[in-house]
């Protein structure tokens, strides 16, 4: 009984974040109706940065950096938290929830690409053929409307796809050297401090009522500490092949949500190329495991 709960709690975290991680992509759009993308970032930077730092307090008793490390927490904190979720506000809302959430799925095929730019690896014939799909699948996601702020949208969420990649790769020494509440405190803090200027200097607006500030609050503390924590247990403690698959499945929950929230649903021409976006990047994980 006590294997059987152990082989199951990992699939049921990893089950749990992706829902999560879906409802944010709803509460991103909602809350960009009041404040902008840079603003947004910098007040969830700024919540997520105390309740950290008061858990490493009590925890670590304090927050312990090597000297060394403190440029690379800068610059993952910079990249992670601050750049990478202004871009993807900016492009949720200027498309939609369900939109970026399937060109973010894109993600190992930037990596595919960075895997071949960095570490000279090769991309087989297998790879370029999904890449190829998973071209066609973004055409078809835009098709018939690949103009003015969709456009835009579409290029700030392909940046913050590419952003995602890189603070991957680079934060990766961190996880050996580093308890889980210490990474995300050291990046919290980094991304708030980088975050100050990038709200400044992007159009800052801000309204808020009584219902936006516990949105604003719940979805800092589930959505985006209690997802990272879990989202790296469940990569401790399950195949590459099964986190994988079940990030495929973050598309299709936020357009789910989307639907049940909004009413709003994807063409058939777009549902079409969400498949071929979906099954292209499952394909390359199930073969490289």
């Known amino acids: 009984m006590k294997d059987t709960r152990k082989s199951l709690l990992p699939l049921i975290t990893i089950t749990c974040v992706i829902i999560i991680w879906g409802f944010d992509f709803i509460a991103i759009e909602y809350m960009l109706q009041y404040m902008s993308s840079g603003v947004f970032t910098l007040l969830r930077l700024v919540i997520g940065s105390i309740v950290l730092v008061t858990m490493c307090m ?15 927490f800068f610059i993952c904190g910079a990249t992670a938290m601050s750049l990478y979720f202004t871009l993807e506000g900016i492009g949720i809302s200027l498309t939609s929830a369900s939109f970026g959430s399937l060109i973010l799925a894109t993600v190992p095929m930037f990596g595919i690409i960075g895997d071949r730019i960095v570490f000279k690896r090769k ?44 603070q991957i790769t680079y934060m990766k020494p961190l996880y050996e050297k580093y308890d889980l509440i210490t990474i995300l405190t050291g990046i919290f803090i980094s991304g708030a401090v980088f975050q100050c200027p990038v709200a400044l200097l992007s159009h800052p607006h801000f309204s808020i009522t009584a219902e936006g500030i516990i949105i604003l609050i719940a979805t800092t503390i589930i959505c985006m500490i209690i997802g990272e924590a879990g989202y790296v247990y469940a990569i401790g403690n399950l195949s590459v092949t099964v986190v994988s698959a079940f990030e495929n499945l973050l598309p299709a929950v936020t357009i789910i949500l989307a639907f049940i929230i909004y009413g709003t649903m994807l063409t058939g021409l777009q549902l079409l190329g969400a498949a071929l976006i979906i099954c292209s990047v499952m394909l390359i994980a199930l073969r490289d495991n």
């Not at 009590?58 to 690379?72: A, F, M, P, V, Y």
């Open 58 to 72: 009590i925890r670590n008793k304090g927050i312990h950096i090597n000297k060394e490390d403190r440029l690379r």
């Open 123 to 166: 991309i087989t014939r297998l790879k370029i053929i999904c890449i190829a799909v998973s071209i066609a699948g973004v055409y078809l996601l835009v098709a018939g409307d690949l103009s003015g702020p969709k456009l835009k949208g579409l290029g700030f969420i392909v940046l913050a796809a590419i952003v995602w990649v890189f």
